[in-house]
């Protein structure tokens, strides 16, 4: 049963996204950004977009942690995972890879190999030009030798169009055991020493021929091929069905409170298959659509099994979630409250002595201000207002100088480049602020900041209307959903709308591709931006925030928290681990970017912080939570193991050990940096 206030809060989101976004993409010269209201600055770090981009194009907002990131980036030439293929442009060609799983109980790899290579005859060297893209694929074109690539996530085909009569090479690291054409030589089955079965269609004769045992060639031929993997015997029959029809791009329309539509935009003849990764499947909305799943048709994945979808357009919903300034069903035991308040005024006290300048750096400076502005919040609950304008005025101090550009350590930038904020200090070195300057982490340090204006913005409507429109510039950086080249950021910075959570890693090249560490983090951003929506009663912004929170959220539970025998990772890794490090495109990693796997107190704070209502949702699997927090244990006894990654465990513990973590927190002796006693008695009083 829903509480009152979680159902007026569904009812506002209910409400307030009953709208359509424009989903055009057109293409005129874009204006220098006339609302950028933060100082602008050229960075020095930051790579130029130029020999990768259509011309066109750079006259938008260009993506900045992508599921094509790699392709545009350095040379061009590494690996991008679309499901069920990695990709990688080389030397005026494509190559294709359907990866095998290399699992232990460290980590889970997935090993490119060039199973395919598609190129010309023609010796011309030249990297690939991304022409246009959209939320589930991206086009790219090799000019020198006439071949445009439609890649869209969950295709189980490639399709590559030829524009003029071409002489193509298909060419293997294995050895070709047999080519074996149909009788119009539009379909030919390559059967590879490696066990693999790959078959190409084209839209018109193609003539192949074996010329060496891993080469093969074709007649002139211009017009469409795809080529697909054969994942077993009866597969054939359903390529075979649905080869004619091809996406070229795919969006994903927010439509409805909790809601998500994806639409193709396809050609060719007959019906569309996608694959759907088990997250699709689990909200898949088959009765809204006329959609068919093909449960016996599926390829392996890092994600877990992908599943054949016949339809070109999906409705994905989501449960609701609680958007609450508050504990969501309130503190359990009024007798709790002089203990939370008495530690309330010692952290006000130290939080609000502590000198604004002391903390230069983007990201802790957004923790410090929002931990202060979870004591208001904390105050508000528990009716100590008395200590509420201290907090506020500090806040809003903290705060006005990122916003008007006064600050003087750092502060944020607009960079037109790329279409963003960059930091002072990160826009002359990309090591700062944990590499914000090369868009490292932006849905983390702004969701921060967000988080703490909203609060204000709430507190004192005055001071927020007065720095709104800054306010919601900042917000648009990872928030931002227009299209248009008019923008001055880009369509959602970090959330990926095919994988259905977020990615960190910014415009720096990975062998592994795309990466996230801190899930719970990602989630604070979306939560943070959907309290802005309500401080502001910007019901669009609440809801869009909201979904992504609840998609971000069943994507942690999915594919973060590790669940033994869910057909997920396979047993080694499973039974070894009860969460992960860094989830990346092409892998699952169990150590972090400052520890090592070891360190299992660190993996669970990092999925935990920050500790705000949205937690409880986070971790609404009190059995998952048992077992996390017991095998965490051993690790909390370790020489060098400090009280601030404690408190992360025994929060959980509190879900379903309310006496013992109590017991436990009130022994700490530190806690983190975005973190506080007074939250912490704050959680475990309010859990059930």
């Known amino acids: 049963m829903l509480s009152s206030k979680m159902t007026f809060y569904i009812f506002i989101l209910v409400l307030g996204f009953s709208f359509l976004q424009t989903q055009a993409r057109a293409l005129p010269s874009k204006p220098a950004p006339a609302a950028v209201l933060f100082p602008q600055v050229q960075s020095t770090v930051l790579p130029d977009p130029s020999p990768f981009f259509a011309s066109n194009l ?34 005026s060609s494509l190559t294709l890879s359907y990866p095998t799983p290399i699992p232990s109980n460290a980590s889970i790899l997935q090993n490119f190999t060039a199973d395919l290579t598609i190129s010309t005859t023609q010796t011309q060297h030249q990297h690939q030009v991304v022409s246009s893209f959209s939320d589930l694929g991206v086009t790219l074109d090799i000019p020198s030798s006439n071949l445009r690539f439609f890649l869209v996530k969950g295709s189980p085909y490639l399709t590559c169009n030829v524009s003029v009569p071409t002489a193509l090479s298909i060419s293997t690291t294995h050895a070709i055991t047999s080519l074996s054409p149909n009788t119009k030589q539009n379909k030919y089955t390559i059967n590879l020493n490696n066990n693999q079965t790959w078959i190409l269609y084209s839209s018109s004769k193609i003539g192949l021929t074996k010329t060496n045992p891993s080469l093969i060639k074709s007649d002139s031929f211009f017009g469409v091929i795809r080529v697909a ?25 927010f439509t409805e409170a909790f809601g998500l539509e994806y639409n193709w935009e396809k050609q060719g003849n007959g019906d569309l298959l996608m694959l759907a990764h088990p997250l699709h499947l689990q909200l898949l909305s088959v009765e809204d659509r006329n959609v068919t799943v093909l449960d016996h048709f599926r390829y392996r994945s890092i994600d877990g099994d992908l599943v054949g979808v016949v339809g070109d357009s999906w409705v994905l919903k989501t449960q609701p979630i609680p958007i609450t300034w508050h ?19 010692t952290d006000v006290e130290a939080v609000t002595s502590e000198p604004i300048s002391s903390i230069t750096a983007s990201y802790f400076y957004g923790k410090m201000i929002a931990k202060a502005a979870r004591l208001a919040l904390i105050a508000e609950e528990v009716g100590c207002d008395n200590v509420i304008p201290n907090i506020t005025t500090f ?9 008007s550009g006064t600050f003087g350590g750092n502060g944020f930038l607009y960079e037109a480049k790329w279409s963003g904020l960059v930091t002072k200090n990160g826009a002359v070195d990309k090591g700062a602020d944990f590499g914000f300057g090369i868009y490292n982490d932006h849905h983390y340090h702004i969701g921060y900041f967000v988080y703490a204006i909203a609060v204000v913005a709430k507190l004192d409507q005055a001071w927020g209307l007065k720095f709104k429109t800054q306010a919601c510039s900042l917000a648009e950086d990872f928030m931002n959903l227009n299209r248009q080249p008019s923008s001055n950021y880009p369509r959602l910075r970090n959330f990926d709308l095919y994988n259905l959570h977020s990615w960190a890693g910014g415009l720096t090249e990975f062998g592994d ?7 719970s983090e990602a989630v604070n951003a979306y939560y943070s931006a959907a309290l802005m929506g309500l401080a502001y009663g910007d019901t669009n912004l609440t809801a869009t925030g909201s979904l992504l929170a609840a998609l971000e959220i069943q994507a942690t539970q999915k594919w973060w928290h590790v669940h033994q025998g869910d057909n997920i990772y396979e047993d080694v890794f499973t039974s070894a681990n009860k969460i992960t490090g860094i989830v990346w495109s092409d892998k699952r990693d169990t150590g972090l970017w400052f520890a090592p796997q070891t360190s299992l107190e660190i993996r669970v704070g990092i999925q935990v912080l920050p500790i705000s209502p949205i937690t409880e949702v986070l971790f609404s699997n009190v059995s998952y939570v048992k077992e996390l927090v017991e095998w ?40 983190d940096d975005g973190n506080s006693l007074t939250n912490l008695l704050w959680w475990i009083h309010s859990r059930g």
């Open 513 to 519: 591709g795309r990466n996230q560490e801190s899930s």
């Open 632 to 671: 965490t244990a051993p690790a909390l006894t370790k020489e060098g193991v400090t009280d601030a990654w404690r408190g992360f465990d025994y929060s959980l513990e509190g879900i379903y050990n309310k006496q013992d973590a109590l017991q436990k927190i009130k022994n700490l002796g530190g806690f």
């Open 229 to 253: 993997l054969s994942p077993g015997s009866d597969a054939e029959k359903v390529l075979d069905q649905f080869s004619s029809s091809y996406p070229v791009s795919g969006e994903a329309l």
């Open 327 to 345: 504990s969501i069903n309130g503190i359990k035991d009024n007798a709790s409250i002089p203990e939370i308040t008495a530690a309330l005024l």
């Open 58 to 91: 750079l006259q938008a907002p260009l993506p900045t942690n992508s599921f094509f990131q790699n392709f545009v980036l350095n040379n061009g030439d590494a690996a991008e995972y679309f499901h069920p293929y990695s990709f990688r442009f080389s030397n």
């Open 395 to 403: 806040l809003k101090n903290a705060i006005e100088p990122w916003l």
